[in-house]
């Protein structure tokens, strides 16, 4: 298993609430990520990281941000959930360079009704 | 533009039987490849990668996956297929070089019949 950690597992929040779900890793990486996956669908990247203070936005455009000011700790924040928002989220480590594989949280299945 | 096929949404195999999950890909450069396995209400855990060198590459639970450059291919395959390897299975690449980020498959889910 690897040592990347998210915090709720499960959310159920109403309409307009500000959340922040938590991922942090224990492995000293570089790089984090975050990915919105549906149930039994493909990945998306919302967000990545390379070091302390660098955020970027993926491939998925995304109404939530991301902050990147310990090396362990890359949260992402929902100011005004929305039911579209209604997902898994996925957060991610590795170190940096493009061969080395990226390590999964067990991920945050967020329902907003 | 860098992309992944999974060309199957689903296969199905019987116990004991050897498996075989497609993927193929397109990169600039030379690529990157990996394979990782999702159950259900979990993250996904990575399972075996092609980087250079020999084009089968060993995994973990008995996976491997052949290189194939002129067909642009990288399956995942196993000899003997367990009912505990029924899960999502996500093909991923990014090209040497690129300034781009890991590409995942849409995913195949591979059940396994006792």
């Known amino acids: 298993e690897a040592d990347i950690y998210q915090t709720p597992r499960y959310l159920v929040i109403g309409t307009g609430k500000k959340i922040t779900l938590e991922c942090s890793q224990t492995m000293g990486h570089d790089k984090m990520y975050w990915y919105q996956q549906d149930p039994g669908m493909e990945l998306h990247l919302i967000h990545y990281s390379y070091g302390v203070n660098s955020t970027e936005k993926g491939d998925l455009s995304s109404e939530s941000t991301v902050s990147r000011i310990r090396t362990e700790h890359f949260p992402l924040t929902l100011e005004s959930a929305r039911p579209s928002h209604t997902s898994q989220y996925l957060c991610?480590?590795?170190?940096?360079?493009?061969?080395?594989?990226?390590?999964f949280g067990p991920g945050t299945r967020l329902t907003v009704t | 533009a860098q992309s992944v096929a999974q060309p199957e949404d689903q296969v199905n195999v019987a116990e004991g039987n050897p498996l075989t999950v497609k993927c193929t890909y397109s990169?600039?450069?030379?690529?990157?490849l990996f394979w990782y396995v999702q159950y259900p209400n979990r993250g996904l855990q990575f399972l075996l990668k092609?980087?250079?060198?020999?084009?089968l590459v060993k995994g973990s639970y008995g996976f491997e996956a052949e290189f194939n450059k002129s067909q642009t291919s990288f399956h995942l395959k196993k000899p003997s297929a367990l009912v505990s390897d029924s899960a999502l299975y996500f093909c991923a690449v990014r090209g040497s070089g690129s300034a781009r980020q890991l590409t995942f498959g849409s995913g195949t889910q591979l059940t396994v019949l006792p």
């Open positions: 092609y980087i250079t060198g020999d084009n």
């Open positions: 990169v600039s450069g030379n690529p990157y």
């Open positions: 991610a480590s590795s170190l940096a360079g493009s061969s080395y594989e990226q390590y």
